[in-house]
């Protein structure tokens, strides 16, 4: 059993992070910050314990890590990710600040493991497969910020001699999304035999479900033969157009509707080539995805079908007194 330390347990891939974790028989705090919305973990909040701190303060984040003693530390705590999320003063506090407190109170510490979620956008646009040899190109604000905390990360890994990598995400998926995102939007009209209004079909992912992202990162902390600093792309190697999602889903839960696209505006970032290539983390970890998209669409699916209150949440954006925020 490890000790852990979460930060952004509260968020969609924390949440997810923190069933899986408990469900291995591992020890579980979670670094939130104050306020916290906890609507994703209301259902296993008694197993695991919560510490308030503004991870922005180095002597508050250094108190919490010298409190915990953890032997392993996901930072996945972000802003910036979601078009909603503006104001590159806060970006720069979340993103860079809070990273490089954490890396260095848990270096201070000498832990086992410290894992960090980058993003895909630190590489900009490619025309290929990106891998993690290659030269970056931050493609916003956001990207800007998750590229310094890649490289603080390697920084402080090669200087302080710890375990510490960067897990960069591509376009992660399942459940405990939020609401408004893709392909909880999809699953939850689709499962009323509708479509919502859809940017353009040639925009790209390369969509990862959230359990092969999960996994991804625990077989990253157990492995201790990785080399420090590293970066890693959690990927499928594989791009799926909206077009393709769409289609999938129509199959799926047998939607008859016609697609209207272009009814949504699209974003600064979408574009109609966006894959990143597994090569490294298969050849040095042996960890690959396991769940292709329309797999992962029918365990989304299954999920909000398997759990009314889920669903109507979905639908509704009401979950008891709870709000669909983070």
Same mark, same amino acid.
């Given at each position: 059993?490890?000790?852990?330390?979460?930060?952004g347990?509260?968020?969609?891939?924390?949440?997810?992070?923190?069933?899986?974790?408990?469900?291995?028989?591992?020890?579980?705090?979670?670094?939130?910050?104050?306020?916290?919305?906890?609507?994703?973990?209301?259902?296993?909040?008694?197993?695991?314990?919560?510490?308030?701190?503004?991870?922005?303060?180095?002597e508050?984040?250094?108190?919490?890590?010298?409190?915990?003693?953890?032997?392993?530390?996901?930072?996945?705590a972000?802003?910036?990710?979601?078009?909603?999320?503006?104001?590159?003063?806060?970006?720069?506090?979340?993103?860079?600040?809070?990273?490089?407190?954490?890396?260095?109170?848990?270096?201070?510490?000498?832990?086992?493991?410290?894992v960090?979620?980058?993003?895909?956008?630190?590489?900009?646009?490619?025309?290929?497969?990106a891998?993690?040899?290659?030269?970056?190109?931050?493609?916003?604000?956001?990207?800007?910020?998750?590229?310094?905390?890649?490289h603080?990360?390697?920084?402080?890994?090669?200087?302080?001699?710890?375990?510490?990598?960067?897990?960069?995400?591509?376009?992660?998926?399942?459940?405990?999304?939020?609401?408004?995102?893709?392909?909880?939007?999809? *699953?939850?009209? +689709? @499962?009323?035999?509708?479509?919502?209004? =859809?940017?353009?079909?040639?925009?790209? !992912?390369? /969509?990862?479900?959230?359990?092969?992202?999960?996994?991804?990162?625990?077989?990253?902390?157990?492995?201790?033969?990785?080399?420090?600093?590293?970066?890693?792309?959690?990927?499928?190697?594989?791009?799926?157009?909206?077009?393709?999602?769409?289609?999938?889903?129509?199959?799926?839960?047998n939607?008859?509707?016609?697609?209207?696209?272009?009814?949504?505006?699209?974003?600064?970032?979408?574009?109609?080539?966006?894959?990143?290539s597994?090569?490294?983390?298969?050849?040095?970890?042996?960890?690959?995805?396991?769940?292709? *998209?329309?797999? +992962? @669409?029918?365990?989304?699916?299954?999920? =909000?079908?398997?759990?009314?209150t889920? !669903?109507? /949440?979905?639908?509704?954006g009401?979950?008891?007194?709870?709000?669909?925020?983070?």
């Amino acid at each position: 059993m490890k000790r852990v330390l979460i930060t952004g347990g509260t968020g969609f891939v924390g949440a997810n992070l923190v069933r899986r974790v408990l469900r291995d028989g591992h020890e579980v705090h979670l670094a939130v910050r104050r306020p916290h919305q906890a609507w994703r973990i209301s259902e296993v909040m008694s197993d695991v314990r919560l510490h308030e701190t503004d991870m922005r303060d180095r002597e508050s984040v250094r108190n919490v890590v010298e409190a915990v003693k953890p032997e392993w530390v996901f930072h996945l705590a972000a802003y910036g990710a979601y078009s909603n999320q503006t104001g590159i003063e806060r970006m720069v506090a979340t993103n860079i600040l809070a990273s490089t407190a954490l890396l260095d109170a848990s270096a201070e510490l000498g832990i086992e493991a410290f894992v960090q979620t980058g993003s895909s956008s630190e590489y900009g646009y490619k025309k290929h497969p990106a891998s993690e040899e290659e030269v970056i190109e931050p493609n916003s604000h956001y990207a800007i910020t998750k590229a310094a905390a890649t490289h603080y990360c390697q920084f402080t890994a090669r200087t302080a001699n710890i375990h510490a990598v960067t897990a960069r995400l591509y376009s992660i998926y399942g459940p405990y999304e939020e609401p408004t995102r893709l392909i909880p939007t999809l *699953i939850a009209h +689709g @499962l009323r035999g509708q479509l919502p209004p =859809l940017v353009s079909p040639r925009t790209a !992912r390369d /969509f990862v479900y959230v359990d092969d992202a999960v996994d991804a990162m625990l077989h990253i902390a157990a492995r201790k033969s990785i080399t420090r600093g590293r970066v890693y792309n959690i990927c499928t190697g594989r791009q799926t157009t909206l077009d393709g999602v769409v289609q999938s889903a129509s199959r799926l839960l047998n939607i008859t509707a016609s697609p209207r696209w272009s009814t949504m505006p699209g974003r600064s970032w979408d574009t109609d080539i966006w894959v990143g290539s597994p090569a490294l983390l298969e050849r040095e970890a042996g960890w690959s995805a396991k769940v292709d *998209i329309e797999g +992962g @669409l029918k365990r989304t699916a299954d999920w =909000l079908c398997d759990n009314p209150t889920w !669903r109507r /949440f979905y639908d509704t954006g009401i979950f008891g007194e709870m709000e669909s925020k983070d």
